[in-house]
Nanobody, 120 residues
Framework: QVQLVESGGGSVQAGGSLRLSCAAS?????MGWFRQVPGKKREGVAS????????YASDSVKGRFTISRDNAKNTMYLQMNSLKTEDTATYYC????????????????WGQGTQVTVSS
């Protein structure tokens, strides 16, 4: 069993930055960040392997968001820079035990979500 707790969401103006954290209990090969806006499907944003050697990012955030992982603290981070209004969403931390970190549909452990609001 893997339990996940996100923190770090909030409100920021376009062009600003936020850092999300996800504290995990239990082992997971892959961890990732997803986001969802009302009425739309949950979208995979970025993922990272257990050693941090392999990362994936969706085209919409490449070059702006950076995912990282501190295994000593069992915590994952998402550094979000150059935020845009379209990044507004509820962000979820997720994890999966199998080592296919870019397979968004396989993630089966979820945090409660944290709201990110970007205003113009």
């Amino acid at each position: 069993q893997v339990q996940l707790v996100e923190s770090g969401g909030g409100s920021v103006q376009a062009g600003g930055s936020l850092r999300l954290s996800c504290a995990a209990s239990g082992y997971a090969n892959c961890m990732g960040w997803f986001r969802q806006v009302p009425g739309k499907k949950r979208e995979g944003v970025a993922s990272i392997s257990v050693g941090g050697a392999t990362t994936y990012a969706s085209d919409s955030v490449k070059g702006r968001f950076t995912i990282s992982r501190d295994n000593a603290k069992n915590t994952m981070y998402l550094q979000m820079n150059s935020l845009k209004t379209e990044d507004t969403a509820t962000y979820y931390c997720a994890a999966v035990k199998i080592p296919f970190c870019a397979e968004w549909d396989t993630y089966n452990y979820w945090g409660q979500g944290t709201q990110v609001t970007v205003s113009s």
